[in-house]
């Protein structure tokens, strides 16, 4: 079955301590991407990667990190967690630009 | 820079009745245009994608329309079932970038 996962789906952690969202398509895409939702502000793009090695800033990408080492993975890393950063993460992926977009089920994330 | 509009935030009505939800968008110079749904709780589901070379896209009860001239996008939804109801979000792709600018999404109430 095409899907993106994502782990972990839910988690409480406290400011600073590290922590990473790994994410995982088994569609052999070209593109991902991190997106957080919060209310009232919709969805924002955090990071994109076009391809593995290549990625790049989207809206809001302060207090993030990620990597693109393999072409299914594309984690998401919270080097020192605050309170602003409690949100809902979702992962995407798609072949190419012109592609449909596939969206994990989303992590939610609560910054003591 | 591209602004995406969703109106309206809200709409509630009879289940059989058709629905229109609208999208519009500031710059014309797009790429490609996508609807999504988005259940309470969960991932996003993509619905139609309209490529910019396209005026229309139909899946089941659904169609989608784009006229780049005018920046607008309709998703028109057919004898509405309760089953629809959820959030609907537009994403519009950037023709300079692999960006994804989103509305901020219609939240449709289908009543029994």
Not at chain 1, 36 to 51: A, E, F, K, T, V
Not at chain 1, 67 to 82: A, Q, T
Request: proline letters at 5%; charged letters at 20%.
């Amino acid at each position: 079955e095409a899907q993106v996962t994502q782990n972990p789906r839910y988690l409480i952690t406290v400011t600073g301590k590290k922590l990473t969202v790994t994410c995982s398509q088994n569609m052999n895409h070209e593109y991902m991407s991190w997106y957080r939702q919060d209310p009232g502000l919709g969805l924002r793009q955090i990071y994109y990667s076009m391809n593995v090695e290549v990625t790049d800033k989207g809206d809001v990408p302060e207090g993030y990190k990620v990597s693109r080492k393999e072409k299914r993975n594309f984690p998401l890393i919270l080097e020192s967690p605050s309170p602003n950063q409690t949100s809902l993460y979702f992962c995407a992926s798609t072949r190419d630009r012109a592609g449909e977009l596939f969206f994990g089920e989303g992590s939610r994330l609560t910054v003591l | 820079k591209q602004e995406v509009t969703q109106i309206p935030a809200a709409l509630s009505v009879p289940e059989g009745e058709n629905l229109v939800l609208n999208c519009s968008f500031t710059d014309s110079a797009i790429y490609n245009l996508q609807w999504f749904r988005q259940d309470p709780g969960k991932g996003l589901t993509s619905l139609l994608l309209i490529q910019s070379s396209q005026r229309e896209q139909t899946s089941g009860r659904l169609n989608a329309s784009l006229d780049k001239s005018s920046g607008r996008s309709t998703l028109y939804i057919a004898a509405s079932q309760p089953g629809d109801s959820a959030t609907y979000l537009c994403a519009v792709g950037m023709d300079s970038n692999y960006q994804l600018i989103w509305g901020a999404g219609t939240k449709l109430i289908i009543k029994p």
